[in-house]
Structure formats: structure tokens, C-alpha cells
């Protein structure tokens, strides 16, 4: 947490409660320090230098608050006239940002978000491609900063949905458009940027990361030995620490990849999974779930001699918890899928701090089927526009062009994609592709695995975010990455010596959700008790039109978002946003 002090001053009793709403992502150590312009709070996770990296920290007059992890450490150590004598990344930092300032952001290898001040200056800045979070506003004429919204609320924020709010949540929910939140007046530092507040100047956003165009001309083979080189890289890299290192495991491609590579480097890893009750007997294939991972888990696990877990979840918690998933995002969010990964990192929780991940291969090596469609003209993950608007209440329809605002934000984006002159339309296309999932998509799954896993005390890394890999993404020709017609296939002939045949050949399949009759059943009966009452919903959706698709169990024709973001998902979606509505008590001023 962070205030300036420029136009008030800090009411000590309030900072800290503001701060205590961030204890779960830091129970092991708190810091406060207060000066004259500046008051700052800090939550610490202890990862490295459990003895030296304390927070806030300060040299002289210039002071840091940071949430992270730099892979770089060494070379960027290097670089300073000052060295770091221990192993604190957070000191590091400090120091590279009084020696070098901003311009040495795009140095770092690594996940942050950090508020770094000096004299009459602050710094904001957030990592490359947005694991880490980083809210803020301005109150009072000061500036408010925090990992999690709930922090500015409670320092007297109001909980606001204007128009482009409400456009936000229906046309582009859980997903949302960089910068912007559901909440009037509360951004987010968007990833790739740092921001520059002086007293009495407006806040500055400076962009400092953005993939950039260039055309690979090298040989498949090439391009395949550079993944691996890269890829390996990143996950050591990933693995530096002072605790225990552990990984998430599904038996899919990106994980076992990870897991492997981890496991052969340090020697021994603890892996987990998530299963739900009744799944191993209700599961049903369709065209994206096409196999259980704890059919292929085993093969990973007998090869490598892993020490693994599989945590199930049953049908009641995963609906209790839908509620703690709201709290943990200060919003809605993707419903059971969240409540599968909180109860999972809670699990893992238990022996580690650390732990890491696939996220960011799907969307950077073309894994998901509209990345092999040519004509399209919106953002593919949300194929329901109109049924999204004919559930809303006429007041809403009248006052909210949600089409537009979805069709503004689509061609917004689609025009920053990084292009070439020579490129050719089905180049740009594909480049555009990339882009919109780099700066949409991916961040909705980074916000989802930051904010259930840090929610549980768990710190996740994500090997594939790194920079490079980011960069190197964007321009491989999507003709490489689903070579022979396998989607991702350059990371599959990449990391083969790492895995199994059954892993290297299974089809993609995504994370998993419950198909259990006990969750629909849940689910349906709570959703529709819901709409029985005097719900805040009502200020949204027409209630006549939600309590009949809820009530009729066929399934929807499209998913609400992404791939499988089906019926029961979305009635879980939708009691997330009435919990949301009447928790936060939200004032929807249309």
C-alpha cells in the first residue's frame, strides 16, 4: 500500500487497516514507514533474503515498496557502481532505480509491480506483460497505490460503475481492456508501463515494453533449437529461491514441460493437480475436453519419479468459495475455474511458498483453435455479444451502446499490433492475433493465477512470460508453431527429450472444470434463489431473462467467454456478480 502525503496527511490507524486487507499475499512479515510526502505499507511473502530483504525499504531519501522476483539478478548486479552484497532482490532494485532511474526497467527479467519515491517524485511501474498487480487513484488530490483494490476502497474510495464501467463488464467480462477496471476512477497500471506522479503535475504513463516486429527468416529446425534454448533459460532462471520450489502438474504439455525441466535441474519437485468429485466418473469427452489429466499425469510421474499430489475439490466448496474468489479479485472473475485454482494453491500452500506454471504458452504459441481462423473481426474469446445484450434491462440497453464499445476496443487494439510495410494481409492478421491475446487474453489468466494463488499465500511463476519468450512469440510464424497441423507443435519437438511419448502426443486439452451432476445441481439452485430475491442484479439484466435461461438446463450455444465457459459456469459467473453488487455495495450511476 502507498499514499503521497502532498494534500493530506495520513491517518496511521487507517493506512495500516488499508494494508492489513493484503495479508494473505504476505503473512510472514509487515513494514510501515511514514515521511513527510510519503506513507507506505508492505505485506512480505519471504522468498529471498529472508533476513536482509525487509520492506519498505530506504536509502537516504529514497524509498521502495515491491512485490516480485528478478531473474537477472546477476547481470544486473553487474551493472551497479554499488553492489548488492546479498542475495535481496528488493535492495537491487532500489539501488538500480536511484542509479539508473525508469530507463532501466526494461532491463529486469523478472515479475513486478513496485512504487519507488524519492524528494517530490514517485515511480509506479508494473512487469512486462502483467503477472504482478498494481491499482491505484488519485483521492483527495493524492495518489493512492495498491496490489489489490480493496486497499484504496477502504482508504474511503467509492465503489462506482459508470457507463464505460458497466460497458467493461458486459461486453468484455472476466476479461477487461488494459488500464481499466469495473470501478470508476480506480486504473490499473497497465503492463509494460511505468507512471511518474509530481506534486502538483498531472500522473504521466510511459510505455518502457511492447513486443516488437521483426520478420524471422530462420529454418523450423533453427527455431526450434532457439525455443529450447530460451525456454530452459527461463524456467532455471525461475528457480532461484531460499525456500522450496514446487510445480503445477496437469499432465498437459506446457506444465510437463516446466515440471521437467525443474525436476533436472534441482534434482526433486513436488507436483500437484486439481480433480473434482465425480469427474472420474462423469467426465465426458467433447471437442476441447478430449481426456483426463489424471490419465496422463501418471506416465510424467513414473518417468521422472515425482513426488506428486492430486487435490480434489467436491461440488459444495467449489460453490462455497466463489464468494472468497470475489473478495480475492474485488470483482467477479471466471467462476469455478478460480475456485479450483484457490483451493488447489491453498493445498500446495501447506509445505511451499513458491511454485510454477504454464500459463502464456497457449496464447504465445498459437494453442487455442481461432488461432487458425483467418476472418476475424472481433476478439474471438467472446462469440455471444448479442445474447450478452438482450439479457440486460431496457435502462441499461438504452443508455450503453455495448456493441461499440466492444467493436472500439477490438479495432483500438488490433491497430497497435506491431506491423511491417512488407508484410502481407494474412501477416497481419496472424500478427494481429498475436497481439490481442498477448494484450487481452493472457492478462485475464494472470490475474485469475495471481490473485487465487497469492490468495493462499503462494507466489506462482510463469516460465513462459519471460520477456524474450514474449518477443521471439509474437514474430514466429503461426505456420511453425502448429507444424504438420499440431497445434504447438515447435514446443513439442523443443522439449522432447524432457517428456514421455503419451505427453508429447496427447491433443491440448484445457484446464479442467467440474462435470459433475452435483455441481450443476448446486450451481442451478442457488443462482435461481438468487433471482428470487431483491438482487442488485436487477439494475443490470432483465431478471425475467436470466431466471429463464437458468432455469432451462440446455446448454448455452456459445460459451460465455473463452472455450468453456459454459451454462453452469456462467450461472456461477452471474451469482459472482450479484455478490460482488451487494458486498461491495456498488453504486451504478447510469
Not at 475436453?289 to 506428486?308: A, F, P, Q, W
Not at 487435490?311 to 467462476?335: E, H, N, W
Amino acid at each position: 500500500m502507498f499514499k503521497t502525503n502532498y494534500c493530506s496527511k495520513t491517518d496511521h490507524a487507517l493506512f495500516k487497516k488499508a494494508t492489513d486487507l493484503l495479508e494473505h499475499r504476505g503473512p510472514d512479515e509487515e513494514g510501515f514507514l511514514y515521511t513527510k510526502d510519503y506513507s507506505f505499507g508492505h505485506k512480505r511473502l519471504t522468498i529471498r533474503d529472508i533476513i536482509l530483504g525487509k520492506q519498505p525499504m530506504s536509502i537516504l531519501n529514497h524509498h521502495l515498496v515491491y512485490n516480485g522476483e528478478i531473474y537477472n539478478f546477476k547481470e544486473l548486479n553487474d551493472m551497479l557502481e554499488n553492489k548488492v552484497k546479498s542475495n535481496s532482490d528488493t535492495e537491487l532494485l532500489l539501488k538500480l532505480m536511484i542509479e539508473f532511474g525508469p530507463k532501466i526497467i526494461n532491463s529486469i527479467n523478472g515479475i513486478f509491480a513496485f512504487v519507488y519515491a524519492f524528494n517530490d517524485t514517485v515511480i509506479m511501474a508494473r512487469d512486462h506483460v502483467g503477472v504482478k498487480p498494481l491499482y491505484y487513484t488519485i483521492y483527495n488530490n493524492d495518489l493512492l497505490a495498491s496490489s489489490e483494490i480493496k486497499s484504496l476502497l477502504t482508504y474511503g474510495v467509492k465503489a462506482r460503475m459508470g457507463c464505460n464501467e458497466l460497458a467493461e463488464l458486459i461486453a468484455l467480462s472476466p476479461s477487461h481492456s488494459p488500464g481499466n477496471t469495473l470501478y470508476k476512477d480506480i486504473f490499473e497500471v497497465k503492463p509494460g508501463h511505468y507512471m511518474i506522479f509530481k506534486k502538483n503535475t498531472k500522473l504521466e504513463d510511459f510505455e518502457y515494453f511492447n513486443v516488437k516486429r521483426k520478420q524471422n527468416t530462420a529454418s523450423y529446425s533453427d527455431n526450434v533449437s532457439y525455443v529450447r534454448y530460451l525456454l530452459t533459460d527461463s524456467i532455471k532462471r525461475n528457480l532461484i529461491s531460499d525456500v522450496g520450489i514446487s510445480s503445477f502438474l496437469s499432465g498437459g504439455l506446457d506444465s510437463s514441460i516446466i515440471s521437467s525441466v525443474a525436476h533436472d535441474t534441482i534434482g526433486e519437485i513436488d507436483t500437484y493437480s486439481i480433480d473434482y468429485e465425480g469427474n472420474d466418473k462423469e467426465f465426458k469427452q467433447n471437442s476441447f475436453e478430449t481426456s483426463r489429466d489424471e490419465d496422463y499425469i501418471g506416465y510424467l510421474v513414473k518417468k521422472k519419479g515425482y513426488n506428486h499430489k492430486t487435490v480434489k475439490i467436491d461440488s459444495q466448496t467449489l460453490f462455497d468459495y466463489l464468494k472468497t474468489d470475489v473478495i480475492l479479485r474485488d470483482g467477479p472473475g471466471m467462476a469455478d475455474i478460480d475456485s479450483s485454482m484457490l483451493y488447489l494453491a491453498k493445498e500446495v500452500s501447506k509445505k511451499h511458498r513458491v511454485s510454477l506454471s504454464g500459463e502464456c504458452a497457449d496464447e504465445l504459441f498459437g494453442g487455442y483453435p481461432w488461432f487458425k481462423e483467418k476472418n476475424i473481426t472481433t476478439f474471438p474469446w467472446i462469440r455471444n455479444i448479442e445474447q450478452r445484450i438482450d439479457l440486460l434491462n431496457e435502462r441499461v440497453k438504452n443508455k450503453i451502446d455495448v456493441l461499440a464499445y466492444l467493436n472500439s476496443k477490438y479495432n483500438e487494439i488490433i491497430k497497435e499490433a506491431p506491423v511491417l510495410e512488407e508484410d502481407d494481409e494474412d501477416t497481419k492478421k496472424e500478427l494481429q492475433m498475436n497481439y490481442i491475446n498477448l494484450k487481452y487474453f493472457m492478462p485475464t489468466l494472470l490475474d485469475r493465477k495471481d490473485r487465487m494463488t497469492m490468495g493462499a499465500s503462494l507466489e506462482v511463476r510463469v516460465p513462459f512470460a519471460d520477456r524474450r519468450i514474449v518477443n521471439f512469440a509474437y514474430n514466429l510464424p503461426y505456420k511453425f508453431k502448429n507444424y504438420n497441423n499440431k497445434e504447438k507443435q515447435i514446443l513439442r519437438d523443443a522439449m522432447k527429450e524432457y517428456l514421455p511419448r503419451e505427453i508429447l502426443e496427447r491433443k491440448k486439452s484445457p484446464y479442467p472444470k467440474s462435470q459433475a451432476k452435483s455441481w450443476h445441481k448446486i450451481v442451478k439452485n442457488e443462482i435461481l434463489k438468487v433471482l428470487d430475491s431483491d438482487t442488485p442484479l436487477k439494475k443490470i439484466f432483465n431478471i425475467k431473462k436470466l431466471k429463464e435461461l437458468c432455469s432451462d438446463d440446455r446448454e448455452l450455444e456459445v460459451p460465455w467467454f473463452g472455450q468453456l465457459m459454459r451454462k453452469d459456469a456462467f450461472m456461477a459467473y452471474l451469482y459472482q456478480i450479484h455478490y460482488w453488487l451487494t458486498e461491495y455495495k456498488i453504486e451504478v450511476e447510469i
